[in-house]
Nanobody, 121 residues
Framework: QVDLVESGGGLVQAGGSLRLSCAAS????????MGWFRQAPGKEREFVAA??????YYADSVKGRFTISRDSAKNTLYLQMNSLKPEDTGVYYC????????????????WGQGTQVTVSS
């Protein structure tokens, strides 16, 4: 069982930045593929970014603006979000799985409670 707790969401103007954090309870944090997903009102949960043992993966809509990273010493996953747009608004979730990276939410076994990001125009 892995407990994940997100933080860092908030209200920001378009063009601004936020950094999301996801603290993991599992001491073998490095064994997990970690991902960020988001869900806007009335829409399905969608892939944002993922990282496993080195390579990083991004949705086309955030490539060049968002950066995913992990700090093994702190058991923490990050998502640096720059040049935010109103369409980035949604609840952001971190997720974990003990296998290779996928972009499908249903492939992930552990989820945090989510943190709200609102980008005003």
């Amino acid at each position: 069982q892995v407990d994940l707790v997100e933080s860092g969401g908030g209200l920001v103007q378009a063009g601004g930045s936020l950094r999301l954090s996801c603290a993991a309870s599992e001491r073998t944090f490095n064994a997990y593929t970690m991902g960020w997903f988001r869900q806007a009102p009335g829409k399905e949960r969608e892939f944002v970014a993922a990282i496993n043992w080195g390579p990083t993966y991004y949705a086309d809509s955030v490539k060049g603006r968002f950066t995913i990273s992990r700090d093994s010493a702190k058991n923490t996953l990050y998502l640096q979000m720059n040049s935010l747009k109103p369409e980035d608004t949604g609840v952001y979730y971190c997720a974990a799985r003990l296998s290779v990276v996928t972009r499908r939410p249903n492939d992930y076994d552990y989820w945090g409670q989510g943190t709200q990001v609102t980008v005003s125009s």
